[in-house]
């Protein structure tokens, strides 16, 4: 990473390297001088570098997943001058995935059938015995109904980040790792961003914080807006003893307290917790990791009889789980990227595009996801 010299000057200067920080900064370089400061030793410390990696067009609410779909071009035919020597990159592969029904929600798999089937046409109703032989671990007392979508994409996120810094690269832009912005100042039409790298100056100052965006726009001297970082936990547990079993794809009860999937060493589970936290480097929870391991028990006929690897991450949200996107209504010269939940890393190449195209050529993006609604 470069070092920032003091009043070195940017375009614009993007606070945060999570998948935010970075896919903006990709997109605004094709027409600004632009800086990336993180914090941490590296890019993607916290969320970004501890999501599931999941690419899910019948997600969250239809503007995420339209906002995902936008971002598809993108994932699967990756700029070619981002994409190193080859002018190729992967960044997805199809996995698919699993909806699976429980005693008594039978009902309610339609409702959902009906809620996506419109955004999504691959994904259709399967019988259980179908569902069983993608899963066969799946306990049959349990499993009621199922839906599958093979359009599901798991994401190469080391890839993607790495995509997005050759974007910035090309455009003339620095990622300053090591570097918190600890003081803002607005002086004579510029912003002067104190950092432990020295003081930088730019125009205009994009908020990709993550749990922290509220405290960066207290840097700015600006009002909070009601985002909520929550936990949320995985663990990995040991292999099964089927090798088909790293084809598997990822399932997700219809109840939301459980997902898994296969991940190397073996298959990673989550109890799809949500709890409010402040923003710091998040951690799990014993009672977390044992209520995964519970329901995961409860469904499958696999027993777990320890746990590999856990870890926890914050996603944070606004009340109406939509992002919160644009120029602070006080701060003209502060824009806001925040509030991106469980869906970041797969609306991340989606919102940039709306992002940039707000700060470059003035197209309004969505009322639906303005920073204004606030
Ligand atoms: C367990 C889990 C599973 C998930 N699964 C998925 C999934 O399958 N698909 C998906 O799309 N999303 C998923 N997500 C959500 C996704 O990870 C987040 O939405 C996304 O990573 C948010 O990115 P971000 O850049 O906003 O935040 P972050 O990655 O947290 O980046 C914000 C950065 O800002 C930096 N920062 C803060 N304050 C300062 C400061 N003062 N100075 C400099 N830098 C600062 C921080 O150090 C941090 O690196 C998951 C999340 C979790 C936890």
């Not at 990336?36 to 599931?52: D, F, I, N, T």
């Not at 179908?130 to 093979?150: G, S």
């Not at 992002?323 to 502060?334: I, K, M, Q, R, Y």
């Not at 309004?364 to 609604?373: K, L, T």
Request: net charge negative.
């Amino acid at each position: 990473m470069s070092v920032a010299n003091t009043h070195t000057k940017y375009d614009i200067i993007v606070i945060g390297a999570g998948v935010a920080g970075l896919s903006v900064a990709g997109f605004l370089s094709r027409g600004a001088k632009v800086a990336v400061l993180e914090r941490e030793s590296q890019p993607a410390y916290h969320s970004s570098g501890r999501s599931a990696a999941m690419f899910i067009e019948s997600y969250e609410n239809p503007i995420v997943s339209g906002l995902t779909s936008a971002g598809k071009v993108f994932f699967f035919s990756p700029p070619q001058e981002w994409c190193g020597e080859t002018g190729q990159s992967t960044l997805v592969t199809p996995c698919g995935g699993l909806t699976a029904a429980g005693p008594g929600e039978a009902n309610a798999l339609q409702d959902y059938l009906r809620r996506w089937q419109p955004l999504c046409p691959d994904l259709v109703e399967i019988s259980p015995a179908q569902c069983r032989e993608k899963i066969p671990i799946l306990k049959a007392n349990w499993l009621q109904a199922a839906a599958y979508d093979p359009s599901w994409h798991a994401i190469d996120v080391h890839e993607l980040l790495t995509v997005y810094q050759r974007g910035i690269k090309a455009g003339g832009g620095h990622v300053f790792t090591n570097c918190a912005v600890n003081k803002l100042t607005y002086n004579n039409r510029s912003w002067l961003v104190d950092t432990p790298r020295g003081v930088l100056v730019a125009n205009l100052i994009v908020n990709a914080a993550g749990a922290w965006a509220n405290r960066i726009a207290a840097l700015a001297g600006t009002a909070e807006i009601p985002l909520t970082p929550m936990r949320r936990t995985a663990a990995i547990i040991p292999p099964v003893d089927d090798p088909a079993y790293q084809q598997w794809p990822l399932l997700h009860t219809l109840s939301e307290d459980l997902y898994f999937k296969p991940e190397s060493p073996g298959l990673m589970i989550c109890p799809q917790d949500e709890t409010p936290t402040e923003p710091m480097d998040a951690y799990p929870m014993e009672l977390d990791v044992a209520v995964a391991v519970a329901r995961f028990t409860e469904i499958t006929n696999h027993p777990v009889q320890r746990v590999l690897h856990q870890w926890a991450g914050l996603r944070t949200f606004a009340r109406d789980r939509l992002p919160v996107v644009g120029f602070d209504p006080a701060l003209s010269n502060f824009y806001w990227l925040a509030g991106q939940g469980g869906y970041g890393v797969q609306t991340s190449p989606g919102l940039a595009e709306v992002v940039s195209a707000e700060i470059l050529n003035h197209t309004p993006h969505d009322p639906a996801i303005s920073v204004q609604r606030f």
